[in-house]
Structures are given as C-alpha cells and as structure tokens.
C-alpha cells in the first residue's frame, strides 16, 4: 500500500510463520520480505527506486519442568536469527524464561549479535512481562 501523502510510495510485506507446539517444546519461526519504494535524486531529478530487505528466525523453547517438576515453570530458550540487504547481521540469543503464572514471565537471555558492516551487539537482558 501507499505510504506517502501523495500515494507516490508503496510498501509491501510478505511472509509467513510456523508454530509447532508439543508437551515438552515448542518451535516457532518467521520469514518476512519487504519492497518499498523512496525518492532518490538522479542527474538533478527526483525518481522513484525501490530496495527490497528480508529477514527471517527460528526459536526452539524446552519445558524443563516438565521434565524435572522441581525446576517448576521453567523453560530454556534458543533463537536464530538473520536479516539481510540493509543492515546485514545474524543473532543468537540463549534464554531461560520462568513462569510465575499463566501471564506473568520473568525472562533472562544473552544475546550476540553480529552486523555485516557496522559495531557487534552482545547484551545479557532480564525481563519482567505481563498479559492480559
């Protein structure tokens, strides 16, 4: 669709997930692709180019309470992630997630994540989430 106030741009998206969930695990992943157009200026004029991107993850998450009912609602938390054109870069991310309710999570995880051309980000992150 058109993003622009003249309706001269256009964006698309495309894509698709998978969510398979099992007793003791879950997999999930996604694939996206996106087109959208910009103004660049050519021999003095404005026209109209378009850039694609596309990126995509896969996470695999282990109920290790129900494998060992001591460690309660605990889960462990692998993740593979890539984006590619603009912004280059592949991420893992390794996490444990405990359950204090049906929607109340506590979420600690490390991430590494190397970008093609520009500074590496690696973090150590907890969370505290909440739905309704």
């Known amino acids: 669709g058109a993003y622009d106030e003249q309706g001269q741009l256009d964006i698309t998206a495309n894509g698709f997930d998978i969510n398979f969930i099992s007793t003791h695990a879950i997999i999930r992943g996604e694939y996206i692709k996106t087109e959208t157009d910009s103004f660049v200026e050519r021999d003095h004029e404005q026209t109209i180019d378009s850039f694609s991107r596309n990126g995509w993850f896969l996470q695999g998450t282990f109920f290790v309470g129900h494998a060992f009912q001591s460690l309660g609602s605990t889960e462990l938390v692998l993740e593979y992630a890539e984006t590619n054109k603009i912004e280059e870069a592949e991420r893992w991310m390794v996490g444990v997630n ?14 590494d994540t190397d970008v093609v051309e520009g500074p590496d980000d690696t973090r150590f992150a907890v969370q505290f989430s909440y739905g309704f």
């Open 98 to 111: 405990y359950w204090l309710d049906p929607r109340s999570v506590i979420k600690v995880g490390y991430e």
